[in-house]
């Protein structure tokens, strides 16, 4: 049944992922009787979720409202805000709206799952209004750390509400328009009822800080040094790519690009129209033979994942590339909360190779790709939105965003939470009601809840051990063998855990069952499972998961 009537004329706001959380965009607007989801986004799992790397909103209500929902619009190529598309466009199958180098991204990721076929991409053009239904989108192209961040003019009968996406200004972006405040003002000048915005920086008191300052200081420090400089940055920050080869060519270094995604991101970006200046990337078993003072890579691995270029370079497990003492590693990103473990081991790998590290927090080598509170000071005074709905941001974020909001002259803010449905209108924000939300993981190549017990009992095998224990018995409830026992992840040296001391216990507490429950299979799994947990807490202090397999045969 459909949620929205076509006569029904409110307009509704549904964020599904990313209001309470930096991570997994996924919202809604509805008006009669049709829905435009905005971003589809993924996050990563984080640790209590072992084997699992990514998260996506789970979004049911959007998947059962299907036959209403008339698109999907990307505000850019983010993986916050792209990375689900992959894995749960089977359950919306709308046509997908974006601008070439996210549509380039996006199909990256279809190929990969062998959906290229099947999903059509429509082509956005900045400022060119298009509609969805009864929605009028505009592209506004707005400063952010990827090339092609967009705002969205939401126009409907009702009025205007501006989804700002993710953004910052930036006098001198090095790619992409400088920040459109005219047409930003017209929009404001035509009313705007609602923003919808970027609480990411909220907590910054300046502005964002501009991307050729990097540039500058980033050409000084690489200038100054005399062995090999290894630049990380986020691969989807296409002007600090660019940035990186215009400091090799200033420094006269060859310039050589390590890391998958740093690769497809080129790509995307050289096929798109970005970077046509770069110079020639060299290959990297060609520049192991180069003097030090002569390269400069570039490369992933900023927040000290394992598994990335830089990683493995400072582990001395690249097959062409070492790092030794003079030569440099200049992380140009921001620390992540939540890595500075990861990061912090990278750091110690560093120094004791002789390595120099320098990081935000000692030069001036990295600019935010969103708002601090003079950018949105500027963002409000020239859209002049009635209501303010801050949004990608954790709950601290979202209520900041909402008391400069009103500071700045709003008439009225909702801090939302995921699943709220909001209407929005001239007079007020109004909660009306909440649908389910949940969590969905990847796991391996497949999508499951995030509580699913499968989950549940990994976590508790990965923390506390399982055991898993076999017995045959008669159909009188006699054994008929020895029980098997396998422990996993269990310590099972102390005397008092081993395997002849566990199968006595199981022994006892056949003899001592009355023979109608030995009879019984539940009954029996039931009571060694609680007899060999109950052993362990008491002399391990551990709580280990027990499988009990029991098997009757017949005499
Ligand atoms: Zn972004
Ligand atoms: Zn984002």
């Given at each position: 049944?459909?949620?929205?009537?076509?006569?029904?004329?409110?307009?509704?706001?549904?964020?599904?992922?990313?209001?309470?959380?930096?991570?997994?965009?996924?919202?809604?607007?509805?008006?009669?009787?049709?829905?435009?989801?905005?971003?589809?986004?993924?996050?990563?799992?984080?640790?209590?979720?072992?084997?699992?790397?990514?998260?996506?909103?789970?979004?049911?209500?959007?998947?059962?409202?299907?036959?209403?929902?008339?698109?999907?619009?990307?505000?850019?190529g983010?993986e916050?805000?792209?990375?689900?598309?992959?894995?749960?466009?089977?359950?919306?199958?709308?046509?997908?709206?974006?601008?070439?180098f996210?549509?380039a991204l996006?199909?990256d990721?279809?190929?990969?799952?062998?959906?290229?076929?099947?999903?059509?991409?429509?082509?956005?053009?900045?400022?060119?209004?298009?509609?969805?239904?009864?929605?009028?989108?505009?592209?506004?192209?707005?400063?952010?750390s990827t090339a092609?961040?967009?705002?969205?003019?939401?126009?409907?009968?009702?009025?205007?509400?501006?989804?700002?996406?993710?953004?910052?200004?930036?006098?001198?972006?090095l790619i992409?328009?400088?920040?459109?405040?005219?047409?930003?003002?017209?929009?404001?000048?035509?009313?705007?009822?609602?923003?919808?915005?970027?609480?990411?920086?909220?907590?910054?008191?300046?502005?964002?800080?501009?991307e050729?300052?990097v540039k500058q200081r980033l050409t000084e420090l690489c200038a100054q040094k005399e062995g090999r400089v290894v630049i990380t940055t986020f691969a989807s920050n296409v002007a600090r790519l660019d940035t990186v080869g215009e400091v090799a060519k200033a420094t006269g270094r060859h310039l050589v690009l390590l890391g998958r995604s740093m690769k497809r991101i080129y790509k995307a970006a050289k096929s798109t129209g970005y970077l046509q200046n770069f110079p020639t990337v060299l290959d990297e078993e060609d520049a192991g033979h180069l003097p030090r003072e002569r390269v400069l890579i570039c490369c992933t691995g900023c927040q000290g994942e394992n598994r990335a270029a830089l990683s493995r370079i400072a582990r001395d497990e690249h097959r062409y590339l070492t790092l030794v003492d003079g030569d440099t590693v200049i992380f140009s990103s921001k620390i992540?909360?939540?890595?500075?473990?990861a990061l912090?081991e990278l750091f110690?790998q560093l120094a004791a190779s002789g390595v120099q590290v320098i990081t935000e927090?000692d030069d001036?080598v990295h600019?935010?790709?969103?708002?601090?509170?003079?950018?949105?000071?500027?963002?409000?005074?020239?859209?002049?939105?009635?209501?303010?709905?801050?949004?990608?941001?954790?709950?601290?974020?979202?209520?900041?965003?909402?008391?400069?909001?009103?500071?700045?002259?709003?008439?009225?803010?909702?801090?939302?939470?995921?699943?709220?449905?909001?209407?929005?209108?001239?007079?007020?924000?109004?909660?009306?009601?909440?649908?389910?939300?949940?969590?969905?993981?990847?796991?391996?190549?497949?999508?499951?809840?995030?509580?699913?017990?499968?989950?549940?009992?990994?976590?508790?095998?990965?923390?506390?051990?399982?055991?898993?224990?076999?017995?045959?018995?008669?159909?009188?409830?006699?054994?008929?063998?020895?029980?098997?026992?396998?422990?996993?992840?269990?310590?099972?040296?102390?005397?008092?855990?081993?395997?002849?001391?566990?199968?006595?216990?199981?022994?006892?507490?056949?003899?001592?069952?009355?023979?109608?429950?030995?009879?019984?299979?539940?009954?029996?799994?039931?009571?060694?499972?609680?007899?060999?947990?109950?052993?362990?807490?008491?002399?391990?202090?551990?709580?280990?998961?027990?499988?009990?397999?029991?098997?009757?045969?017949?005499?």
């Amino acid at each position: 049944m459909a949620y929205l009537n076509p006569s029904d004329k409110r307009m509704f706001f549904v964020p599904l992922g990313g209001s309470g959380e930096i991570g997994m965009n996924l919202n809604l607007y509805g008006y009669q009787g049709h829905w435009m989801m905005v971003d589809c986004g993924m996050s990563f799992a984080g640790d209590g979720f072992p084997g699992i790397d990514l998260m996506f909103p789970d979004p049911v209500f959007a998947a059962r409202e299907k036959q209403n929902l008339l698109g999907m619009v990307i505000t850019h190529g983010h993986e916050d805000h792209i990375g689900a598309i992959p894995h749960l466009w089977r359950r919306f199958e709308c046509p997908i709206y974006a601008t070439p180098f996210t549509a380039a991204l996006i199909t990256d990721k279809l190929v990969e799952a062998g959906l290229e076929e099947d999903v059509e991409i429509r082509l956005v053009e900045d400022d060119k209004s298009f509609s969805i239904g009864p929605f009028e989108v505009t592209y506004i192209a707005l400063a952010h750390s990827t090339a092609e961040g967009h705002g969205l003019a939401i126009k409907t009968d009702l009025g205007t509400v501006f989804h700002t996406g993710d953004w910052k200004l930036d006098p001198n972006p090095l790619i992409g328009p400088v920040c459109p405040s005219g047409k930003l003002e017209a929009l404001g000048n035509e009313g705007v009822l609602a923003l919808v915005g970027d609480s990411t920086n909220v907590f910054n008191p300046e502005n964002a800080g501009s991307e050729l300052a990097v540039k500058q200081r980033l050409t000084e420090l690489c200038a100054q040094k005399e062995g090999r400089v290894v630049i990380t940055t986020f691969a989807s920050n296409v002007a600090r790519l660019d940035t990186v080869g215009e400091v090799a060519k200033a420094t006269g270094r060859h310039l050589v690009l390590l890391g998958r995604s740093m690769k497809r991101i080129y790509k995307a970006a050289k096929s798109t129209g970005y970077l046509q200046n770069f110079p020639t990337v060299l290959d990297e078993e060609d520049a192991g033979h180069l003097p030090r003072e002569r390269v400069l890579i570039c490369c992933t691995g900023c927040q000290g994942e394992n598994r990335a270029a830089l990683s493995r370079i400072a582990r001395d497990e690249h097959r062409y590339l070492t790092l030794v003492d003079g030569d440099t590693v200049i992380f140009s990103s921001k620390i992540i909360p939540g890595n500075e473990l990861a990061l912090g081991e990278l750091f110690n790998q560093l120094a004791a190779s002789g390595v120099q590290v320098i990081t935000e927090k000692d030069d001036f080598v990295h600019v935010s790709g969103h708002p601090g509170q003079a950018d949105l000071r500027d963002m409000y005074g020239w859209t002049k939105p009635k209501h303010a709905i801050p949004v990608h941001g954790e709950y601290r974020h979202l209520s900041k965003h909402a008391d400069l909001a009103r500071s700045f002259g709003v008439e009225s803010t909702l801090v939302p939470q995921n699943g709220d449905v909001i209407t929005i209108s001239a007079d007020a924000l109004v909660k009306v009601d909440e649908v389910p939300v949940g969590r969905l993981v990847l796991d391996g190549e497949k999508v499951i809840a995030a509580d699913d017990p499968a989950i549940a009992d990994r976590r508790r095998a990965s923390y506390q051990g399982f055991i898993t224990i076999s017995l045959v018995l008669a159909d009188n409830g006699d054994l008929l063998a020895d029980p098997q026992v396998a422990m996993l992840g269990v310590y099972s040296a102390d005397p008092l855990m081993s395997h002849d001391i566990i199968i006595n216990l199981i022994e006892d507490l056949l003899e001592r069952m009355p023979q109608h429950e030995r009879e019984k299979q539940e009954t029996v799994g039931e009571k060694v499972r609680i007899a060999v947990r109950r052993h362990f807490r008491a002399n391990q202090g551990k709580n280990p998961g027990v499988a009990v397999l029991v098997t009757y045969l017949e005499d």
